[in-house]
Every structure is written in C-alpha cells, then in structure tokens.
C-alpha cells in the first residue's frame, strides 16, 4: 500500500504507460517467410549443443516431465542420440545448453523446445522491423510440444521441416510482402475465436490467404495436397503464428524502457516470468500455479503437469483469455461456464489494463477492443492476475496433451516488479 501510495504521486508514469500502449496499436505484423530456424537464430549454431526453451531460465534438473519430453524428443529429432536412454543420458549429463525463447528474439508452445534443424514462421513488425520466430503447430495429441516423442512424432518434425515449411516458404514469398495479420486477427474475432484456445476461425482465413498461394508454387501436386490438407486438418496452427505476431508486437514495443506495463508472461512448468517495459531484460519469477479445466477422457487433475509455455504471450497483448467474451464457447472447452462467465471474465481483465485497443474490436463486447497494457500497479492493488487459457500437459514425459483450461499469474510476480519499479524511482 506504502509503495502504490507513493506511486501515485510521481508524475509521468500514466503518459509513458499511453506511449506503451501506442507502440501495441501501431504495430503491423506480417507473416513474411517459413525458414530453418538455425538460419535466423544465430544461439543455434554454437559450437555446444543448444536447445532454446519456454519460460524464464531453467535448468534440466527443474525442468517438469513435458519439457524434458520435448528435450528428448528434439535430441532424437537433431540425431544427437538414437534412442531415448542416449538421450536422457546426454542431457543429464550438462551435453546440452538451455536458453529461453525469450533470449532469442523467439516463443515457443508448452515446452517451447526448439532446435537448430527446425521449421520456424517468421513475423515482421513493419513499425520498424522487429523479427520473431516461433515453430509451427503439429497439431493435438501426441506432439513434441506437450512433451511427447515417439517416432510419430520426430517423424512429423522430419516432414514439417521438410515439406511443410518449404512449401509454406515458397508460398508466402509470392504474396505481397506476406500476410497481414492485424487483418485476420480483426476478422477471426468477429468470428469467436480468442487466439489461445480457439483458433479454428484464424486458421480459416489462414488457409483461404495462402492456399491460392500455394496452388501457384512449382512444387508437386501431391505435396500441395498434403500441405494444405494438413492446415485443413489443424484448427490450433493459427496458435503459432499468433504467437511470433505477439512476439514481435512486444520486442517492439520493449524498446522504450518506461512505464509499468507487462512486456512479457511466460512460464517454464516450475516458475511464471513477467517482463515489464521500465525494467527491461528482468525477470520477475513465482512459482508456477497448475491449471483448473477439463480433462480428456481417462486423465484426471493427478495427471496434469503445473503450466508451461510461452503461448502467454497471448494474453500479454490482450488476447487469449483476456478476450475470453470473444470466444464464449471457449469458456465450456476450459471448463469456465457459459457466456456470463466469458463476459466477466473480460469485464475483470479490463481492471488491470491501461485501454482498450481499437485494432481488435469485440462485437459481443459492445465493440469494445481488447484489454491492452497490463499495469502492474493495477495488479497489485486489485489483486486481480491475469488469466490465461492454455492446454494441459501430463505430468509425465513422453504421454503428451491430456486437457485443456484456465490458469492465473501468480500475484507475487507482479509485487516483485513493483517493488523493482519503485526502487528504480528512488521509492523506498
């Protein structure tokens, strides 16, 4: 209370949280290409081997069952090991460097694993051409990014590298300087999709943007069937490319170090890390909470895995499940009720924002945008935490997605900031 009261009197901090803000709305993301993600990420090409990873900083001793799934999965992927012991052994025994996503101009779902061989989108932000990465989406089930890695799986990896992402390359280079993504954001929401847990809308529009494009390309025809088949098939690709667009959106805007805005949420299956923009590069860590939602048949809560990933980039640029009145029939697939309950839910996320952004309007809303700017200070004195839609993860390695729900910011994370954001203003 000492620490908000003071607050309120430094002057300044509510304009530069305006200016924040500003640099959200004025963002304009393409999708401009599919590359390999060693060929733009230049922490993959070191001499040690490296795996990037969701969340703040982690080591494999912390690291829950998903994530060091997804590590054995990508060893076996990288062809550093052949089986699963060789690999286990080679990552236990420190063969392996871990950097966060984060660190790498990147975002990474769930586990986040990603590896120097991998196909990675790539999204521009034309406001001055800030570049994240993020790898594609292989669909539900078991998939390497909930921590399983059967030989399906690295299969799948093997052709998504190898076919997918080409084909996808050579596709988006025939478009105009790639794909708008404000667009098809502003549509899909018109169309109940919120862009964490449901982007069956996004995926639509999607595919009717780049299926033409791939038509045109030279590779054969049962290629561009499979590929544009398997975007037919996958209603979650959107997720990612969603999350490169956050990315870029929030390296952007990171640039101007002022104000008490959060720049990032993520979270590693052991801690939640927020960013703020007048703080910069630091982490501000809690443990992470497990998420409360629905089961597939045969799980139950003892199954699912405390959360993980940096899909909470999402909601860190105001979708997801702070837009959750967007998607009201998300609200039932997380086990969070009916349209009343979407309503305040989004109706409680507006509390802790600075505005609302014009870009991304809500007809269920009232037409209202989407929350924009999380303020810590708004945080900490309402207690109110973000909440974050997200799928769930089984506890242990290698059985992949068992569930899908809601999961809150821990609170001391955001008290951790301010009491580095006031001690930056000479706040005591």
Known sequence: IHLLTELAKVEGIDEANERICQRFKESQPQLVDVVVAKDVIPELNREKKTLLHAGPPITWENMQGPMRGSCIGAALFEGWAETEEEAVKMLEAGEVEFIPCHHCHAVGPMGGITSANM????????????????????????????????????????????????????????????????????????????????????TLNFLKEVAPLIVKTDVPEDAKERVIQFLADTDQFFLNIMMAMGKSIVDYVRKDEEGCVVSTMTRNGYEFGVRVTGLGDQWFCAPVNTPIGLYFTGFTAEDGCPDNGDSAICETVGVGGMAMVAAPGVTRFVGAGGFEDALNISNEMEKICVEHNPNWSIPTWDFKGTCLGIDIRKVVATGITPLINTGIAHKNAGVGQVGAGTVRAPLACFEQALEAYCAKLGIE
């Not at 570049?131 to 669909?139: S, V």
């Not at 539900?140 to 052709?159: M, N, T």
Request: with cysteine.
């Open 119 to 202: 196909a990675v989108l790539k999204v521009v932000n034309q406001a001055d051409g800030t570049t994240a990465y993020c790898t594609m989406n292989e669909g539900i089930g078991k998939v390497l990014r909930f921590g399983a890695y059967s030989q399906e799986v690295v299969d799948r990896l093997h052709w998504m590298a190898d076919e997918l992402g080409p084909v996808l390359s050579k596709a988006l280079k025939l478009s105009d300087g790639g794909i708008n993504l404000n667009v098809l954001i502003a549509r899909a929401i018109t169309q109940g999709d919120e862009f964490h847990q449901r982007n069956m809308a996004a």
